[in-house]
């Protein structure tokens, strides 16, 4: 992204005041880590998967701009909730299909990537999705860090700044989310 974050977050800021104008700035400059958000996302979806990553984006920033109560704290926050945003919609996504299958097989996504849960195994979304709001109830940092880190793609620097954490305790629950939550998905 060629754009700082510093004024990114201004123009959060900005939008939360009501300024129109800075919305419409907004999207240019955002608008390419959203993709690579979506893709993120979209690269642990089954390949013939019907969403397009142009298309989750474009849903997920329809949602974000008509949240009207959202007070905008900085970059990584916009982009924690536009990764959340995205994560529920692909949920959406594989209920409707389960459900359009009466019950047929459910999505799968895998988790090849250096941050994953279970070694070379698929998963379902929905069971992951099912896990996670699961840590959630037992952990909620837990939960928001796993979001953060695994979903969004932040840093362990970034996810402190948006929890308002030391690095070394996102580094600590991290670990220990990712324990849990591999034990959870491998029953």
Do not use: C
């Not at 990537?113 to 929905?126: K, R, S, W």
């Not at 969004?152 to 600590?172: F, H, N, Y």
């Amino acid at each position: 992204m060629t754009s700082m974050p510093e004024e990114i977050t201004q123009l959060l800021i900005a939008w939360n005041q009501g300024d129109q104008g800075a919305r419409d700035k907004l999207m240019p400059l955002i608008y390419d880590e959203l993709r690579r958000v979506a893709r993120g996302h979209l690269r642990r979806e089954r390949i013939n998967h019907t969403l397009q990553p142009t298309a989750l984006v474009n849903e997920a920033f329809l949602r974000l701009i008509d949240q009207s109560e959202v007070n905008w704290q900085n970059r990584a926050h916009f982009f924690a909730a536009a990764a959340r945003l995205m994560r529920q919609i692909l949920i959406n996504h594989a209920e409707a299909r389960r459900a359009a299958k009466r019950g047929g097989s459910a999505e799968r996504v895998s988790l090849n990537d250096v941050n994953h849960f279970v070694a070379g195994q698929e998963i379902d979304l929905v069971a992951l999705n099912e896990a996670l709001k699961n840590l959630e109830r037992l952990d909620p940092q837990q939960g928001q860090i796993v979001e953060l880190r695994y979903f969004t793609g932040l840093t362990i620097d970034e996810i402190a700044e948006v929890m308002d954490i030391s690095p070394a305790t996102v580094k600590r629950e991290w670990s220990t989310a990712r324990t849990w939550l591999r034990r959870e998905l491998s029953r």
